[in-house]
């Protein structure tokens, strides 16, 4: 066995969260989470759906251990150039030179992305786990971008390689990461699963987020969905920057500047604290600056002049030096009364203009009062404005916010209503044409399998005609195509026809039981888990018991023999077993050519034999009796692999139809080359996992198409099995 691979680490995706996409994928989410985990509702754990910051769109997956060959990664992520490999992809999703001119796709484009709808990645869905949004890609332009993104890696060896096909999808619902919910079932506990017919049905047209602008790529840590390389923020496609400046403020009113009268702007006019001593020195200066100029002085009714002489004795007021040159002149002595008369008048003027001073340093000073305590009241009454305003749109927001989700609720149970309202008018009227459309399609099943049979007729001597060989050879990937192809319609057979029935292995008898036990040795895990593949394994282990294990479907069990033997007879002759192989073609053609009429008889008692085991033991476990319509559709489906088990056995190469055998006391393990798990857990977590049912088998060739080379082996089609839990 070759050595297990390490496990993903990191995972290489487009982000989905944008400035632009949160808001919407935001009310998104809540919307639907409110609407999916209510207990009286769908009831999925709310745990199980997705926080938005994790929505992303996986390119492929990782394997660094230790981080050793992650530099190399974040490198040709930065050398990728995606606005060129994005407008290099055309409208069908290929690179320009592998279309016509017409299908390119416009250059210069943003790359956009809408999520719609919901799906889920398990079947039945009424046992899933996992629930994805698709991406809106009708061109398939956004599949071959990722692609090609994804191919860059692959190119360089740095990404693993994954068998299957790539699938964009955005996670809403895991229940991976639903805590303590996991039922113990002896040493193993059993998958988190949920129905989600009903909520897929619900969200069948739900868009999550709409034309959303891609900003780049990035690399993921697995565990923790943190980023831990962006190299590309500045290689988005078809980027738009959207500067953002800082939130205008509201510039409080005592800090507004005012006109002044001068006509300027400033601070609020006030007027000047000046003290008494200041506005005595300079009503001192101005009235000495105003002596000879009575006129001029006046006119400032903030300076107080002293009167004129003129008042006294008709000239001007001398100074006090002229004073005193004059009182020693005799000529200008003045009489002590009169001088007298002069000191009083001046002490007076002194007086008044003290106190015209003081009476305006007093109104001055009360002004000054008024005015702080008039600031003090606006700026009190400011603050109490803005709170209540500032309480006022936090209450209305709250509101707001309330009365949209009240909406968003009753837009939910708007929408229950209208569902059950219409199904309770309409069940009557669908019931009854689903009757008709029943009948109609088992009439229309009859013509089909009329036509299908000349048609297949038609194209079997076509194809015999045609070679000059006689051989039908077929290419592999016609042969995996029409296992597919018969592997879908068995599942389509039992989802119609008893995906409602209750199995209930108690009520059947001892012999039923053991034939059940040996058709499907494991049904007593299977049919707790999934009804529908423990049918599937039932009919297919019947296919390959009475069809294709058989020499050639239409023989007798005494034919068969007789052809065995003359083989086996031959091969002692060979040196190879490539003529051998070439016998056997061209002998089982000719019987091939005419099986349809000659070896009617016996190919109707198979299909009889396989439609009677089939429906003895599902009406033994279950309460669902057989009907007209579930029988034609096993018919045809019988039919259908008599056709492909014939057109393997003409085949020069060796076509063994491999279908593994699981026994109780036995432990078969996953092998990812020849199996695949319809679980839809990833293939590099199923090793050393035992495996609980095989719903539908596999094809294995072996050597050429001429018959040699018999150790060349190739696995045409994978089984279908259900893996144990963990």
Aim: charged residues 25%; aromatic residues 4%; proline residues 6%.
């Amino acid at each position: 066995m070759p050595p297990k691979p390490p496990p993903p680490t990191h995972f290489l995706c487009i982000p989905l969260v944008t400035q632009t996409s949160r808001p919407q994928l935001a009310r998104s989410i809540a919307a639907f989470r409110s609407d999916v985990c209510n207990p009286s509702g769908f009831g999925i754990p709310e745990d199980a759906v997705r926080p938005v910051g994790t929505l992303h769109l996986t390119l492929g997956v990782f394997s660094f251990p230790r981080n050793e060959g992650l530099d190399k990664a974040v490198e040709l992520l930065k050398s990728l150039r995606l606005r060129e490999i994005w407008d290099g992809i055309g409208s069908r999703g290929v690179m320009p030179g592998a279309e016509s001119e017409a299908g390119k796709g416009g250059q210069g484009e943003d790359m956009r992305i809408t999520l719609r709808g919901l799906r889920s990645m398990q079947t039945p869905v009424s046992k899933a786990s996992v629930l994805y949004a698709p991406p809106v890609d009708t061109t398939g332009r956004v599949q071959g971008f990722c692609e090609a993104v994804r191919g860059r890696f692959l190119e360089e060896g740095v990404m693993s390689e994954e068998k299957r096909a790539l699938l964009l999808h955005a996670t809403v619902v895991n229940t991976i990461y639903v805590k303590g919910e996991r039922r113990g079932k002896g040493r193993r506990g059993e998958k988190v699963t949920v129905d989600a017919t009903g909520v897929l049905d619900r969200y069948e047209d739900e868009v999550w987020m709409e034309d959303v602008k891609v900003e780049g790529v990035a690399i993921f840590e697995r565990n923790l969905e943190s980023r831990v390389q962006h190299p590309q923020i500045d290689r988005h496609i078809g980027r738009s920057e959207y500067p953002r400046g800082p939130a205008p403020t509201m510039t409080p009113p005592e800090k507004r500047r005012v006109p002044t009268p001068g006509g300027t702007t400033g601070s609020p006019s006030r007027p000047p604290r000046t003290s008494p001593l200041h506005a005595a020195s300079t009503s001192s200066s101005r009235h000495q600056g105003t002596t000879n100029n009575t006129t001029s002085s006046s006119s400032n009714p903030m300076v107080l002049a002293p009167p004129p002489r003129a008042a006294l004795s008709g000239t001007s007021s001398p100074s006090p030096d002229d004073r005193r040159n004059t009182s020693s002149s005799p000529q200008n002595n003045l009489a002590p009364s009169e001088s007298s008369a002069i000191s009083t008048v001046a002490a007076a003027a002194a007086a008044a203009a003290t106190q015209v001073l003081r009476d305006k340093d007093q109104r001055i000073a009360e002004l000054e009062r008024e005015l702080s305590l008039m600031e003090s009241v606006f700026t009190r009454e400011l603050d109490k404005l803005s709170r209540a305003e500032s309480e006022s749109s936090s209450a209305w927001q709250a509101r707001c916010g309330a009365l949209q989700a009240r909406a968003e609720s009753l837009e939910g149970e708007i929408r229950a209503l209208r569902d059950r309202h219409f199904q309770q008018d309409e069940k009557e009227e669908l019931r009854r044409r689903l009757e008709e459309a029943r009948r109609e399609a088992a009439q229309r099943e009859e013509e089909v399998r009329e036509l299908r049979g000349q048609v297949r007729g038609l194209k079997e001597w076509v194809s015999t005609s045609t070679r000059s060989d006689g051989a039908g050879v077929v290419t592999d990937d016609e042969i995996g195509l029409a296992m597919t192809r018969l592997g879908n319609e068995l599942q389509n057979w039992v989802l119609v026809n008893l995906r409602r029935a209750r199995i209930d292995i108690s009520r059947a008898d001892e012999a039923t039981v053991a034939e059940l036990a040996r058709l499907v040795p494991m049904y007593e895990d299977v049919v707790q888990t999934s009804k529908v593949h423990l049918i599937q394994s039932l009919v297919s282990r019947l296919l390959v018991d009475l069809v294709f294990d058989a020499y050639f479907v239409g023989l007798s069990a005494d034919q068969a023999k007789q052809l065995t033997q003359v083989e086996t007879f031959l091969s002692s002759f060979a040196s190879s077993p490539e003529p051998i192989n070439q016998w056997r073609s061209h002998t089982l053609t000719i019987l091939k050519r005419d099986a349809g009429q000659r070896l009617q008889e016996e190919t109707s008692r198979t299909i009889d034999t396989i439609l009677h085991k089939v429906n003895g033991i599902i009406f033994a476990i279950s309460d669902t009796p057989a009907s007209e319509p579930r029988d034609q559709g096993l018919r045809a489906l019988v039919a259908g692999a008599i056709d492909l088990a014939r057109l393997l056995v003409v085949q020069k190469a060796i076509f063994k139809v491999s279908m593994p055998e699981i026994l109780p006391h036995q432990r078969t393990l996953f092998d990812a080359a020849t199996m695949e798990d319809l679980g839809g857990e990833d293939d590099d977590g199923l090793d050393d996992r035992e495996i609980s049912c095989v719903a539908f088998p596999g094809i294995i060739k072996r050597g050429d198409e001429s018959g040699g080379h018999l150790q060349y082996r190739n696995v045409i089609a994978k089984a279908k099995v259900l893996c144990s839990p963990e």
